[in-house]
């Protein structure tokens, strides 16, 4: 089991459900920076005619997790399928791994005195198969699933779309894949020259390898 | 007075009321009292803040203390940690005591091997005011983590964080400089003078461990500008802590060696040292701001922090102690020079700290820098201004310098000037 999330990020309409579904089924701590989840936007203009991307976005529980690695009680581990998790308990704030977070996912929950971050709602999805924020996506732009079963729809998905990752380049092998816009206009606006298009094809066998190598840390 | 000798140690004989109740002592206690109070006030914040969640509000929707959560979750800020800002004056604290007091560990050992006879004579006393600072930096950073939850460190520990990699070191580092100071107190001078070597390596391995576990945190982070960008950083936090250090040198001979005949000759070295690492640190600014990206220099110098930059840092560490060491004088030259480089040190700092984080904080797709361009947004910076109990621990952390040195001296008469045998 590897389990990742795909963002077809064109359909996102900025609702803000995903956030509190969120928010309601792990009962995260309220407050504006205490998210797990969140619909960012990115404004500017081409030619003095303004657009606004929504990019939906989450931690991207890499395959080679800098927010793990910086732990020094292990209160970030891997779970089975490659979830990254914080064990309340063990956590002594010293604040490594939200510095070291590419994607800035993660915050001081109050109400345990710890770190917490997107779980992918593990505890949830082997009696429903899906995150509450996919649920609750009124546009389907989330899409949860396991890399490694074939006919999952999120591999399905990946293998007819082409895709991208955010801040690729720091090598944490993110598994959000934001698929690539149908829409020419809106790819155009919304990808950078410099990024990275990836099929399922390009991309399999890296993760394959690095699921690999890590999954042995994988606790159940 | 009458000595005890234990291990070749000659430990004086003091009552105990002499031992704890001494003014000095008494100073150190009112600190550690105000950082009582501090550890006090951030464990009500971290534990008792009004606080609530999806779950609560629907189980006591007409909870008074909810609502209070609610509106508080809305209109203000919420717990002890914001996370634009996780890293705050404590930290600051922690990097200044550590730097510092290694500092003056490395220069001490440095002039015992460069035969400076003064220095070495004087070695003890400046030793302890190194080693007690690292205790002081290492008290700091114990009350900003959770110490309900340290057993961890030990019960499920990850050698491979970068975290872990300090204990060994100061599992070393410390027992070395104590035995140094050992060496030292039992005359032991030639291999005092054999030491010297590992402690200045150790010294700088402190330094460039620390630097690299915190550039290791902050290097993932783009939003972390000043950290993953400034050039030759290392030397900087090394440069500036050797200028800090002499500060410390130069207070603690005034405090300890001001009726001394030495007394001159000691502030007259500190004085040229502390000119050279003023200089090297002035230049090391000059250079790094023109090589940094301007965007971010421009940050910094003309930013919301320029204020701080200009009249706490550069005039503090730099042009007043400049202007007050760099012809020879009086020693209460030198000795203002020392009270400003302390205080421009921990300003610069708490720079640091905060300053790292002074283009657009949030690294989040599109809610922070990415959401504009680069750097469009940098008026409007999130700045966090420390809890008080943050600057009450800072303060009290000095008492904890104070009381390990009083207490080293009472005991074993560090502050006396040592002949060589």
């Known amino acids: 089991m590897n389990y990742a999330m795909a963002l077809d990020y064109q359909n996102c309409i900025n609702c803000k459900a995903c956030e509190v579904a969120c928010k309601e089924e792990n009962g995260v701590q309220l407050g504006a920076e205490k998210q797990r989840i969140w619909v960012g936007m990115v404004e500017g203009t081409i030619f003095g005619k303004p657009f606004a991307n929504i990019y939906p976005s989450q931690c991207n529980h890499c395959l080679d997790a800098p927010c793990v690695s910086v732990c020094p009680t292990k209160a970030s581990h891997y779970v089975l399928g490659g979830i990254v998790k914080v064990n309340a308990k063990q956590c002594i704030l010293c604040k490594g791994c939200l510095e070291a977070c590419p994607y800035d996912a993660r915050f001081i929950d109050d109400t345990k005195v710890a770190v917490d971050k997107c779980t992918f709602c593990d505890h949830r999805f082997a009696e429903t198969g899906t995150t509450a924020c996919q649920a609750t996506c009124p546009t389907k732009v989330r899409t949860f699933g396991d890399l490694d079963e074939e006919n999952s729809d999120l591999v399905v998905l990946l293998k007819t779309r082409r895709f991208f990752f955010q801040k690729e380049s720091i090598g944490t092998l993110p598994k959000l894949f934001y698929l690539l816009p149908e829409d020419e206009a809106y790819a155009k606006q919304s990808v950078a020259h410099s990024t990275n298009i990836y099929t399922w094809k390009d991309i399999k066998p890296l993760y394959d390898q690095a699921r690999n190598k890590r999954s042995k840390e994988w606790r159940r | ?421």
């Not at chain 2, 560990?105 to 190194?130: D, P, Q, R, S, T």
């Not at chain 2, 560490?317 to 060491?325: E, H």
């Open chain 2, 1 to 421: 007075m009458e000595k005890i000798t234990f291990a070749g140690v000659e430990i004086n004989r003091i009552s105990f009321s002499r031992l704890f109740f001494r003014k000095t002592m008494l100073l150190a206690y009112a600190l550690l009292a105000i950082a009582v109070f501090g550890i006090y006030e951030i464990f009500d914040l971290r534990y008792f803040s009004l606080v609530t969640n999806a779950h609560d509000a629907g189980l006591n929707p007409t909870d008074p203390a909810m609502k209070a959560a609610m509106k508080q979750a809305i209109f203000g800020t919420v717990g002890e940690i914001d996370k634009t800002q996780p890293w705050t004056i404590l930290i600051a604290n922690y990097m200044y005591m550590i730097y510092t007091g290694s500092g003056v560990i490395f220069l001490v050992a440095l002039a015992e091997m460069m035969k400076f006879n003064l220095v070495a004579k004087a070695a003890a006393g400046f030793m302890v005011a190194g080693i007690a600072m690292i205790f002081a930096g290492l008290f700091t950073i114990a009350t900003d983590l959770n110490m309900l939850n340290m057993h961890w460190m030990l019960l499920t520990p990850n050698f491979n964080s970068a975290m872990w990699l300090m204990l060994p070191l100061y599992c070393i580092y410390i027992p070395f400089v104590l035995f140094e100071i050992y060496l030292i107190l039992t005359n032991n001078r030639a291999w005092a003078k054999r030491l010297a070597m590992p402690i200045l390596i150790l010294s700088l391995g402190v330094d460039l461990v620390e630097y690299y576990i915190q550039a290791k945190l902050f290097s993932m982070n783009t939003a972390r500008h000043l950290w993953t960008e400034f050039p030759a950083l290392t030397f900087y936090f090394i440069i500036s802590a050797f200028v800090s250090s002499l500060g410390v040198m130069g207070i603690n001979s005034f405090l300890v060696h001001r009726e001394k005949p030495e007394y001159e000759s000691l502030m007259d070295l500190i004085r040229r040292s502390m000119l050279f690492f003023v200089f090297i640190l002035g230049l090391y600014e000059i250079i790094g701001y023109m090589t940094v990206d301007k965007d971010w220099a421009f940050l910094i110098l003309f930013g919301p922090f320029s204020y701080l930059y200009f009249v706490g840092y550069i005039f503090l560490t730099l042009a007043l102690p400049f202007l007050f060491i760099v012809k020879p004088g009086k020693p209460i030259f030198t000795v203002l020079a020392s009270i400003c480089v302390l205080i421009g040190g921990f300003v610069g700092r708490y720079l640091f700290v905060y300053g790292g984080n002074a283009n657009p904080m949030s690294n989040r797709f599109g809610t922070g820098y990415e959401r504009y361009d680069y750097y469009s947004i940098t008026k409007a910076f999130n700045y966090m201004t420390p809890h008080l109990g943050e600057i009450l621990v800072v303060i009290g952390s000095i008492g904890v310098a104070i009381m390990i040195y009083k207490l080293f001296d009472s005991l074993f008469s560090v502050g006396d000037l040592r002949e060589h045998h």
